[in-house]
Structure formats: structure tokens, C-alpha cells
């Protein structure tokens, strides 16, 4: 039967009601600090915990509930008659019931504070109440969640007590929630440690998603709780909620346009970019990039970097989209976008912040540096140079290929793409393809080196003018010779960017 509860609570949303319920079942309500004051000034009747401890709050209120008068009540198993005879000799009595919320953590290491203030939002008796009361979870309600404390209250009035299963669900909420932020705290202390010895990882469930790839694949999104990001931070003013396709599609479109500080326009279709250009205004970034592929384009996802247009806008309308991203949308170009009432239209204003990438494999996740390098050092090691606008050429090229499945090629011709190839497991398909589709397309980028010169002589056909690629094959000569034969310019990186 529930007699005494605990209540030391952060958010006191929704506390005023839970603690009212309490004392109408004649439950006797111990609190602390903060909480203690916002119900004793609310008429609540409400027992200090240092009047029960013996013990007044130390250490600016470092130390308050760890003491053996809470955690034996706490911990105390019922049905164990030593337990309870150990106990009722020190005189310690039960807690039935433990009402948490922890220190904001997650919030405040995100802030503009000094080292020691993020430190000081470190909660430990908090932590240490609600994992004691978890572990004796049959005896013990524990509640973390303000949206549970309707279902518990209830249960109570209609059974006077809360059944076996909401508790253990209670329970491992609390073990779950406490991963999470003990996670955040070892990521903030060892962030200078590049691959700490066990990988921590932090992320709360931001939207259950209709389905996964397909339709019978589950999925849930998740942000990360200490870390900012363009892919939690966006704000979404129109259309349909998001899919799982449609987040990974986004992801990589605006990390595309990010590459750039100048005007840029990116078209993404099935996690690869279909179309990319910069321009002087946004609407000839746009038609560059339509232009690419106006067939892939349909059903994807378009992002630009600098505020959306009602011209462009007026463009985009004309065929089926999934998402339109933009930093910032002028008030004509929403009105135009939001006739198609399905269009996804996304705001995000933050460019991209992950320092690391992930990929989970069967029993295990692989965890890389991001690709943020784009060369190591230019080289011209042909005997032609490119011109000024061919290396601008070039440099574009080689940003749309980190993000384009290898083996990637991407041919260009003023700053547009006109032709992109890449996810073939044959390194010249991709070559072949982008060249065929280009056309009149000047220069070619790829992510990676060429073992051959089969790619500089395809590439010849096709009158391409000069070269992007890392460098570094045995038989570099190969594509040297072969430039050097056709008048074409080449550019060794020394970087690659495998995308697979």
C-alpha cells in the first residue's frame, strides 16, 4: 500500500496535480530544495527531507538525499524480512514511491556556459534515487516522465496500486534515460578523446516514422540530447510528415549546398545527388540543376543555400517534389510552395555540425571522421594547365562527388553538374554514363584514382578539357600520358572520397 513518496523534481510541470492526488490517498510527501518550496507554497502538505535525514542540505546542495534513511527506505525489499527488520531497527521507514526529473543536462551543455557550469548540471542524487528505486521496481513506483503520471495516478485511484508491468516499464525508463545522459556527460568530459575505449551515444526519440526503406520496415528517428545539428534543427512549415527516405535524402542535399559559399542548388534522389550548380541567383541554381536531370528530379528532394524565391518557387511547383529545404523562405514563395499541400517544406538556418559518422553492421558500428577534407594539395601534373574557370570547374566537381556513391564521376561545365555517374561496382559504367549524359560537358571530377587510362581516353571522346582525381595509382603515368595525348589538363588532390 502507498504510503510515503519522494518527491525532488527539475520540470515541475504537472507536479502540483500528482502531489494533490497523493495527499487525498493520505500519502505522506518528503521533498527537497526547490520542490519542497513550490508545494509548501501551494498549501501542499509536504515533509522536508533533512527533517527525516537529521541531516540539513551541504555543498550547495550537492548533498541532500544520499543518506540511509532515503536509500534504505528506498531500497528496502518487502517480502525480505531482514530487509524489513534491518530497517524498522535503524528506523528507517519505506519509500513507496520516487518522483525524479534530473538536472537539464542535455540542455545546458549545449549552452554558451563556462566548463565548471555545464559540470555543476551534472546530477547525482537524483541519478542515484531514481536507479535505486528502479532496481526495486516491484515495491517501488518510479516516475521520470511527466506524461506518465496520468496512467499512475490511474491505476492507484482504480487499484490502489500500480500492476507489475507499468512498473517494470517505469523501471526501464529509468535505465534507459540514464544511459542516455550519462552518455551525454562522458562524451562533454572526453571530448578531446578521438575513439574513447567504450562508445557512449546519447539520442532521444524525436518522431516515429510510418516506415523504414519499405513499407514493411519499421523506423524511428532520433536526435542527439547534447549535440546540435542542421537534421535536428530544422523547423518543417508545410506538408506531410517525414519519412525515413526522406530525412537521408535531406541530410545529403544540404550538405551539399554547404560546400559552397557561393549560390548553390542541390537535387537528391535515392541518397545520391541527381543535379547540383551554383549560379548568381538562386533560380539559375535551380534550372542548372533541373537541367542536369529533369527525369531523377521527379519525386525528389531539392535544397538551396540562401532564401528561397517566389520565381524559383514558381519553378519548383511545376513538378512533383518530396522536400524543398531552404535557410529562409520569402512569404510569396511559401504561398506558391504551399499549393501542393504535400510538399515538404523545410527551414533550416544551421549548416552541418557532425564531426562523425556512423554505420551499424551485424554485432557492431564502424565510427569514421567525417569527410570534411576536400584536397591535400592541388597538383597540375600534366603538361597543359587548366584555365582559371576550368579549375573553378573542377573544385565544384570534386564537392558534388564526396557525395556521390563510388566509384563517382561528375562531369561539369559552368558550375553544373551535367552529368553524374556513381554506385557502380565497375569504375568506368559511372565515367561512361555521367560523359554520355552530359554531352557538352568540359571537365570531369572523380573520387577516386585510375588504376587505368581507359576513364582519360572515354573521357576524350567526350572532349573534356581537364581532370580532377587523388592521385597516388602505380600506374599514375597511364592517365598522364593519356592527358598529355589528348591535350586535356589533369589535377592530382591526394585525397580520395569513397561514399559506399
Known amino acids: 500500500m502507498l504510503k510515503r513518496a519522494l518527491i525532488s523534481v527539475f520540470n515541475k510541470e504537472g507536479v502540483l496535480d500528482l502531489a494533490k492526488f497523493l495527499v487525498s490517498r493520505e500519502v505522506e510527501i518528503l521533498s527537497t530544495g526547490g520542490t519542497y518550496k513550490h508545494l509548501k507554497e501551494n498549501n501542499i502538505p509536504v515533509t522536508e527531507v533533512s527533517d527525516v535525514t537529521g541531516f540539513e542540505e551541504i555543498l550547495d546542495g550537492r548533498v541532500k538525499t544520499l543518506h540511509p534513511f532515503i536509500h534504505g527506505g528506498i531500497l528496502a525489499i518487502r517480502d525480505n524480512k531482514e530487509h524489513m527488520a534491518t530497517i ?24 554558451n556556459l563556462e566548463f565548471q557550469e ?54 526501464g525508463k529509468v535505465f534507459n534515460l540514464m544511459s542516455a545522459y550519462d552518455g551525454a556527460i562522458s562524451n562533454f568530459l572526453l ?9 557512449s551515444v546519447s539520442y532521444k526519440k524525436s518522431m516515429n516514422l510510418r516506415y523504414g526503406e519499405n513499407p514493411h520496415q519499421s523506423a524511428a528517428y532520433y536526435t542527439s540530447t547534447a549535440e546540435k545539428g542542421s537534421m535536428k534543427d530544422f523547423v518543417q512549415l508545410n506538408g506531410k510528415e517525414l519519412s525515413y527516405n526522406n530525412i537521408k535524402d535531406m541530410d545529403i542535399a544540404w550538405k551539399v549546398v554547404n560546400e559552397f559559399e557561393e549560390i548553390a542548388c542541390c537535387a537528391v534522389k535515392h541518397n545520391t545527388p541527381c543535379g547540383a550548380a551554383i549560379a548568381d541567383n538562386v533560380y ?12 531523377s528530379i521527379f519525386g525528389g528532394i531539392v535544397a538551396v543555400n540562401r532564401t528561397l524565391d517566389k520565381k524559383t518557387a514558381e519553378e519548383l511547383v511545376k513538378i512533383f517534389l518530396e522536400i524543398v529545404i531552404a535557410p529562409e523562405f520569402d512569404e510569396d514563395a511559401l504561398e506558391v510552395l504551399k499549393t501542393k499541400k504535400n510538399l515538404r517544406i523545410i527551414k533550416s538556418d544551421m549548416k552541418p555540425q557532425s564531426k562523425v559518422e556512423f554505420a551499424k553492421v551485424d554485432g557492431g558500428i564502424l565510427v569514421q571522421s567525417s569527410d570534411d577534407k576536400l584536397v591535400d594539395e592541388v597538383k597540375v601534373v600534366t603538361e597543359k594547365a587548366p584555365t582559371d574557370t576550368e579549375m573553378k570547374d573542377l573544385m565544384f566537381g570534386m564537392k558534388v562527388c564526396k557525395y556521390v556513391k563510388s566509384n563517382a564521376i561528375v562531369v561539369v561545365k559552368d558550375g553544373a553538374a551535367k552529368g553524374i555517374g556513381g554506385g557502380q561496382v565497375n569504375r568506368i559504367w559511372p565515367a561512361c554514363d555521367a560523359l554520355k549524359r552530359a554531352g557538352d560537358g568540359v571537365v570531369l571530377a572523380s573520387d577516386a584514382f585510375f588504376p587505368f587510362g581507359d576513364i582519360v581516353e572515354e573521357a576524350a571522346k567526350y572532349g573534356i578539357k581537364a581532370i580532377i582525381q587523388p592521385g597516388g595509382s602505380l600506374k599514375d603515368d597511364l592517365s598522364i600520358e593519356g592527358c598529355n595525348k589528348n591535350g586535356i589538363a589533369m589535377v592530382f588532390t591526394g585525397v580520395r572520397h569513397f561514399k559506399h
Open 191 to 199: 571530448a578531446e578523446e578521438e575513439y574513447p575505449e567504450y562508445l
Open 284 to 295: 539559375d541554381a535551380y534550372m542548372k540543376t533541373f537541367e542536369c536531370d529533369d527525369t
Open 118 to 171: 555545464k559540470v555543476e548540471f551534472i546530477d547525482i542524487g537524483g541519478p542515484t534515487m531514481i536507479r535505486a528505486a528502479a532496481k526495486n521496481f516491484q515495491d517501488v513506483i518510479v516516475l521520470t516522465d511527466v506524461n506518465d503520471y496520468a496512467n499512475v495516478m490511474k491505476q492507484i485511484e482504480e487499484n490502489g496500486d500500480v500492476d507489475f508491468n507499468t512498473k517494470k516499464k517505469l523501471a
Open 88 to 111: 524498522e531497527k535503524k528506523g528507517i521507514k519505506p519509500i513507496d514511491m520516487v518522483v525524479v526529473n534530473l538536472y537539464p543536462f542535455f540542455d545546458k551543455v549545449k549552452e
